[in-house]
């Protein structure tokens, strides 16, 4: 049964700490994507990786990190210099990024809420 | 500035009638379009894509049509479904298939009445 998880689902963290939530997907998908969404607003994308160990910058990086050292995991941290966390977070995936037109994969989520 | 555009947050249809989604975009360098649907608390589910060399893509119940010129895309869904309430997004790629991430509109909400 193939597909992305992400965990934990829900997850609440003081102000100032860091925390790291997960995805792993066993799709052999070689892209992974992180995007935030906030109430009323679309997704915005904040990570990508092509490769194993590569990735770039999406539209909103400050404040977030990530790692690909294996094909199927690719974990976001959210940092304390983030300012404004609380949000629902999103992992996809895609076959592969550089040929053709491949839509994205998404996992069930992770509600982030800073306390 | 944004460039994929979803005006109608929502839209009210009745059962057994077309939905008909829009979307519009300002980036010509977009060439990949996608229409997700979406629950509360959940991940975005694909439904249809269309690329731009194309006008028209139809899956089962749901038709993508694209009016490069006039840089719009539109959702129709035939007929219309209780199942079929969500917020529904479109997003687009410029990179020829996705690879660099997706950029999203603020979505559509439709709401289905018996």
């Known amino acids: 049964d193939g597909g992305i998880t992400q965990s934990p689902k829900y997850l609440f963290r003081k102000e100032g700490q860091n925390v790291t939530l997960s995805c792993e997907q066993n799709?052999?998908?070689?892209?992974m994507y992180w995007y935030r969404q906030d109430p009323g607003q679309g997704l915005r994308l904040i990570y990508y990786?092509?490769?194993?160990?590569?990735?770039q910058k999406g539209d909103i990086a400050e404040g977030y990190s990530v790692s690909r050292e294996k094909k199927e995991s690719f974990p976001l941290t959210v940092t304390s210099a983030q300012k404004n966390p609380t949000a629902f977070y999103l992992c996809?995936?895609?076959?592969?990024?550089?040929?053709?037109?491949?839509?994205?994969?998404f996992g069930p989520g992770t509600r982030l809420t800073v306390l | 500035d944004q460039q994929v555009k979803q005006n109608s947050p929502s839209l009210s249809v009745q059962e057994g009638r077309i939905s008909i989604l829009n979307c519009d975009y300002t980036?010509?360098?977009?060439?990949?379009f996608l229409w997700y649907k979406k629950y509360p608390a959940e991940g975005p589910t694909f439904l249809i894509s269309?690329?731009?060399?194309?006008d028209k893509n139809e899956d089962g119940r749901f038709t993508v049509f694209l009016n490069k010129s006039a840089k719009h895309l539109s959702l129709h869904i035939v007929p219309s479904q209780p199942g079929d309430s969500a917020v529904y997004f479109c997003?687009?790629?410029?990179?020829?298939?996705?690879?660099?991430?997706?950029?999203f509109g603020k979505g559509t909400h439709l709401i289905i009445q018996p």
């Open positions: 990786s092509q490769i194993v160990n590569d990735f």
């Open positions: 799709l052999n998908h070689d892209a």
């Open positions: 996809a995936s895609s076959i592969d990024a550089t040929s053709g037109y491949n839509e994205q994969f």
């Open positions: 269309i690329s731009s060399i194309k």
């Open positions: 980036n010509s360098m977009f060439d990949y």
């Open positions: 997003a687009a790629s410029g990179s020829g298939g996705g690879a660099d991430g997706l950029t």
